[in-house]
Nanobody
């Protein structure tokens, strides 16, 4: 059956780096835009980044632009999120999600229909 397998997050010190991966299983992710969202305790889920399926065009939330890089390897059916210069406010549960054909913005999670189980990232000293 179709599912995402997300990499284990972890505890990182402020200023540190972490790479998350999201591997699609049971479907060909290269037909889908893949987005990363995150949710901190007590807060709404917010969009972080998204990458289109064909041209690899990426979009980022203002809060992570210049620090995070999204990429995809369609041969491996996997999307990555490289997170650098991490801040405590980057902490939360990170989810990958799909939308058919193209990214649907980062303002709302409703356009994205298939979600991973989430992986926790804690940025703390």
């Amino acid at each position: 059956h179709a599912r995402f397998v997300e990499s284990v997050g972890g505890l990182v010190q402020p200023g540190g780096s972490l790479r998350l991966s999201c591997a699609a299983s049971g479907f060909a992710a290269d037909y889908y835009a893949i987005a990363w969202f995150r949710q901190a305790p007590g807060k709404e889920r917010q969009g972080v980044s998204c990458i289109d399926p064909n041209d690899g065009m990426a979009s980022y939330a203002d809060s992570v632009a210049g620090r995070f890089t999204i990429s995809r390897d369609n041969r491996k059916n996997t999307v990555y999120l490289q997170m650098n210069s991490l801040k405590p406010e980057d902490s939360g549960t990170y989810y990958c999600a799909t939308a058919p054909l193209a990214c649907r913005g980062l303002e709302r999670d409703s356009p994205y229909s298939f979600w991973g189980q989430g992986t926790q990232v804690i940025v703390s000293s």
